[in-house]
T-cell receptor, first 113, second 116 residues
Framework: KAGVTQTPRYLIKTRGQQVTLSCSPI?????VSWYQQTPGQGLQFLFE???????NKGNFPGRFSGRQFSNSRSEMNVSTLELGDSALYLC????????????FGSGTRLTVV | AQSVSQHNHHVILSEAASLELGCNYS??????LFWYVQYPGQHLQLLLK??????LVKGIKGFEAEFIKSKFSFNLRKPSVQWSDTAEYFC??????????????FGRGTQLTVWP
């Protein structure tokens, strides 16, 4: 079956712009979570959605937001981009979370200039 | 809050050497435990996971891990590493139930370099 698909793979944006990243989970998976990966901070949890509801949220500013659609596809949005937002953004999908395991996508590499 | 510690930031081994990567977590409840691997330029891949039962779990590519509940540890092992095992390894935990059910807590990662 198809894996977790993230689009686009690469993005270059300028400071102050906003960006939307997309994640299509494995068919049937209802939990989608987002992580930011940087060399300095490692893997940081952004938020998790389950059945269109945000179930968990990490310690990121309000510029970072997300949503999940009825088909479980998810988007995350970053407004007013800062240089420090440059990172690999990873999406993970799970049947329901917990002990069902998580499958990660290839990520979107965001560069803010 | 849960936290995960990986003690080794960078491990360098020769081929055929044995590997053990340490992982400790802090959480008072029941947890699920994972080891992920990230090869250069690739996405995170699940090596193995522990939910319950036999504390010694076997994963892909000859890796295994042992859950020691009394020590809050989940160390990753491989008897004989190969050059192709060069990658970054991440330990992760999540709560088995409760409000943080869908959230993985990751360690900072261990970069493994294997010399041929």
């Amino acid at each position: 079956k198809a894996g977790v698909t993230q689009t686009p793979r690469y993005l270059i944006k300028t400071r102050g712009q906003q960006v939307t990243l997309s994640c299509s989970p494995i068919s049937g998976h209802r939990s989608v979570s987002w992580y930011q990966q940087t060399p300095g901070q490692g893997l940081q949890f952004l938020f998790e959605y389950f059945s269109e509801t945000q179930r968990n949220k990490g310690n990121f500013p309000g510029r970072f937001s997300g949503r999940q659609f009825s088909n479980s596809r998810s988007e995350m949005n970053v407004s007013t981009l800062e240089l420090g937002d440059s990172a690999l953004y990873l999406c993970a999908s799970s049947l329901v979370g917990g002990n069902y395991g998580y499958t990660f996508g290839s990520g979107t590499r965001l560069t803010v200039v | 809050a849960q936290s995960v510690s990986q003690h080794n930031h960078h491990v360098i081994l020769s081929e055929a050497a044995s590997l053990e990567l340490g992982c400790n977590y802090s959480y008072g409840g029941t947890v699920n435990l994972f080891w992920y691997v990230q090869y250069p330029g690739q996405h995170l891949q699940l090596l193995l996971k522990y939910f319950s039962g036999d504390p010694l779990v076997k994963g892909i590519k000859g890796f295994e891990a042992e859950f020691i509940k009394s020590k809050f540890s989940f160390n990753l092992r491989k008897p004989s590493v190969q050059w192709s095992d060069t990658a970054e390894y991440f330990c992760a935990v999540n709560a088995d139930r409760g409000s943080t059910l869908g959230r993985l807590y990751f360690g900072r990662g261990t970069q493994l370099t294997v010399w041929p």
